[in-house]
Every structure is written in structure tokens, then in C-alpha cells.
């Protein structure tokens, strides 16, 4: 092999050296980037796990029977029938 070969088969090999150093170091960027994604991803996703936690209990809250019974009876003045004020109709 001449000289001048060499060098050129080692300047290639240095190319290709440098080109793969190059796509490591831009695909290890990448990856920390989408894993920095996912974390944010991950915080939100817990952020509104805890928010549908609290909107389930609210729900629960204002729909439980006695609250509903104790509005009822001190905003419109409803009440539960006695026995006698029940009529029964067959059909």
C-alpha cells in the first residue's frame, strides 16, 4: 500500500470516527431530552390524579344524601311524608 493511500484510509478512518462520536453524543442529547419530556409528562399526570381525587370527593360531598335532605328542607321547605299523608294507588 502506498503512502498516500494511508493517509487517505486513515484520514477516512478518522472521518468515520468522528462521525460516530458526533451521532452519540446527538443521540445521548436526544435521549436526555424526551426522558426530561417524560418526566414532565409524569408530574402532570400525577398532578391530575390528585385534582380527579379531590373533584371525586367534592362530587360525593355535595351529592350525599342528608346534605341534599337538609337543603331540601331549610331552602324549600320540603319534608318527608308521614305514613298517613302516603296514598296508594293500584293500577
Do not use: F
Not at 27 to 56: D, N, P
Request: proline share 4%; with cysteine; glycine share 4%.
Amino acid at each position: 500500500m502506498t503512502p498516500l493511500r494511508e493517509r487517505q484510509l486513515v484520514a477516512v478512518l478518522w472521518l468515520a470516527v468522528l462521525a460516530s462520536a458526533l451521532a452519540a453524543v446527538s443521540v445521548s442529547h436526544e435521549c436526555r431530552r424526551l426522558y426530561a419530556r417524560l418526566a414532565e409528562s409524569e408530574r402532570t399526570e400525577h398532578h391530575l390524579q390528585v385534582e380527579w381525587g379531590r373533584y371525586l370527593l367534592e362530587r360525593s360531598t355535595w351529592a350525599s344524601p342528608g346534605r341534599i335532605e337538609k337543603q331540601a328542607r331549610e331552602e324549600y321547605g320540603l319534608r318527608a311524608p308521614a305514613l298517613d299523608e302516603i296514598i296508594r294507588m293500584r293500577p
